[in-house]
């Protein structure tokens, strides 16, 4: 990293660790609500990080964690 904002990297360095980002692009929005759904229905989106879609740490990916990412995407689209 290294731009003029220390907190922003450059370049993202290894796999994105962020949860709720499921597709690893290093940011959380709709577009992973949409491959985690798509994940419990079975489709095998890809890329999926699944450590970073089990929100609430039971193990499995489920309507729980959906909802859960649905509430940070639209605190974040409120900056609460």
């Known amino acids: ?14 796999p994105s660790t962020i949860r709720g980002d499921v597709n690893g692009d290093y940011r959380v929005n709709v577009i992973d609500l ?5 994940y419990i229905l079975g489709l095998e989106p890809t890329p999926f990080i699944v450590g970073n879609a089990d929100l609430n740490g039971d193990g499995r990916i489920g309507i729980v964690d959906v909802t859960m ?4 995407i ?7």
């Open 34 to 38: 949409t491959m985690m759904i798509g």
């Open 69 to 72: 990412l649905n509430g940070i």
């Open 74 to 80: 639209i605190a974040a689209m409120l900056d609460i």
């Open 1 to 14: 990293g290294g731009g003029s904002d220390p907190d922003q990297p450059d370049e993202p360095q290894g």
